[in-house]
């Protein structure tokens, strides 16, 4: 509670400093001809709620064998009415906003043909897959305006729910924003075998969060000003899987709801109506060892959960919502939730899930530093580009850690706070899934003790995780996930040495 105030009076205080002492610096992606769509969608939820939640499409594979894939996946422009009679340039995979679900299985070869048929370069990254440094799609391997990319590698990796989204020097925040964005499942003999919901879009369902700001021509208002860059871009209206305020229809038993933070830069507290109960099954990389009875969830940026709710109880036609509240910013009725049919299937979520190797403390033989800071001090001057990790900002030419092949390493990640520049950062690692040591010297909650890939770190924090860093030499990125910290420089690369 008293953190959550904190940070208000600091996004407040940025927000003033941001619009005094707007700095050179910044690239005016939308020059200021229209004004802002005001308000928030909470004032007309009566309005809303009449759309179904749309389920994206499982990618379709076009391999005939039971250990490969091979996908075709098309990066395109495209438009969308989010405002009735109000057309929203957009970008798409395969479509006009996001992209449709990959699904593979531990083991399987992966093929796909990018192709980019956007004006612009792109690039394809598989957020928290484990994937030689060639094929990781970050800003190391762009596709220019017009080109293809054609990855190829092995899925070495249990059960769990990933994202894709691109990741081109500069370009993320911007391309994320338009659409580009998706789900990649991994499932394996565990996620199978277990007794949990699995029926993709009737009781297994993808719940991609992200807010938005419109101009008042239906254009999406990215980037503004610098208090943008250093806030992040906070909307005021919210989508789950590219719609504002659907509905969504299930049966009167348990629900498995894959929940994905796809925003820019916010943090959702994600909760039910009713202060109605569920499970916290898997965090970021997978299952946690037992079930987890929660009433509200935090995601930072690119942060995932997978959640069961059991509607069992919940009388038929019964209606609920979930609801979704931005750190320091919005409170949204994201979706109704209607039970509109007896249960299809009755399942008993297990006391224990899957068990987790413990990382011991003692195995790691490194241990770094990184300090996130909003400011870079005198040096960077006040409001200048202070947006860093260890006072320097990304460069492609520029190895920022060298880390041995088959090593285990702790990070300790530090979030500086000065007064004025308090903001709330999200650590995200390339290549590995880490466990979380501790969180100010103290163990992790329960919910943060499983596999990780990204994780926040609240100003004035220090987070220590441990990693195995195997498999695979190259140059990864590390960087701040809220997206126009990434994009402003809050990125470092660290190369898995022999
Ligand atoms: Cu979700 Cu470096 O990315
Ligand atoms: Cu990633
Ligand atoms: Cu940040």
Redesign the pocket.
Known sequence: MKRRVFLKSGLAALALAGAAGASGTFRSLMPGRFSLITGTQSVQAAAGFRELLPIPPLLEDMSNTADSVHFAMQVQAGSREFFPGMSTPTLGYNGNFLGPTIRVRNGQQFRMHVQNELHQTTSLHWHGLHVPAKWDGGPRQPIAAGAGWDPEFTIKQQAATLWYHPHAMGLTGEQVYNGLAGLFFIEDEVSDSLDIPRAYGRDDIPVVLQDRRFFVNGQFAYVQGRHDVIN?VIGNYLLVNGVMQPRLKVHAGMVRLRLVNGSN?SIYTIRLSGSKSFQMIASDGGFLERPLTMDSIILSAGERAEVVVDFSNNKLDSQLSLLVDQLGGNSFEAMAITVDRPAETVVKIPSSLLPLEKIPASEATVTRKFI?E?MGGGRMGMMGGG?SINGRKMDLNRVDARIKLGSTEIWEIS?RSAMMMS?????HLHDVQFQILSRNGRPPAAHEQGRKDTVL?MPGETVRIISRFRDYKGIYMY????L???DEG?MGQFEVVA
């Open positions: 992040g830069s996130m909003t947006l979030n903001m709330p950062h999200s650590m770190v960087h701040c996930h809220l126009e910290h990434e809050m």
